[in-house]
Nanobody, 120 residues
C-alpha cells in the first residue's frame, strides 16, 4: 500500500514564504513524475507544477518565478518552495505521484492535502 503525506502548510502573510514537503511511503518499486496541485474554495483543482524523475520541471503560469519544485529521489520526497505568496495562493495543496508499486502495477496516487492560507 502506498501513502503520500504532505506537510508544511499553514498561515503566512502576503509576501511571505512556505515550504511544503510530500513523502511517499509503502510498497514503491519506482516513482516517475511527482507534482503539486491546489484547490481553492469553490474552484476546481489545478496544476501548480510537476517534476520528472530526472528533475525536469513544469509550472503553471500563475506561479512561475515564485514557486520551485524539487525532489529527493533517495527519500521519495517532493518539495514545493513558495515565495512571494499572494492571497490568491490560498488553497489546499495536494501532492501527486505517478509510480509503480511493483513491476506490473503503475498508478497515480494523491496525498490528503495541506492547507495554505495567505492573509494579513
Amino acid at each position: 500500500q502506498v501513502q503520500l503525506v504532505e506537510s508544511g502548510g499553514g498561515l503566512v502573510q502576503p509576501g511571505g514564504s512556505l515550504r511544503l514537503s510530500c513523502a511517499a511511503s509503502g510498497s514503491i518499486f519506482s516513482i516517475y513524475a511527482m507534482g503539486w496541485y491546489r484547490q481553492a474554495p469553490g474552484k476546481q483543482r489545478e496544476l501548480v507544477g510537476t517534476i520528472s524523475s530526472g528533475g525536469r520541471t513544469n509550472y503553471a503560469d500563475s506561479v512561475k518565478g515564485r514557486f520551485t519544485i524539487s525532489r529527493d529521489n533517495a527519500k521519495n520526497t517532493v518539495y514545493l518552495q513558495m515565495n512571494s505568496l499572494k492571497p490568491e495562493d490560498t488553497a489546499v495543496y495536494y501532492c501527486n505521484a505517478d509510480l509503480r508499486s511493483d513491476y506490473f502495477s503503475r498508478a497515480n496516487y494523491w496525498g490528503g492535502g495541506t492547507q495554505v492560507t495567505v492573509s494579513s
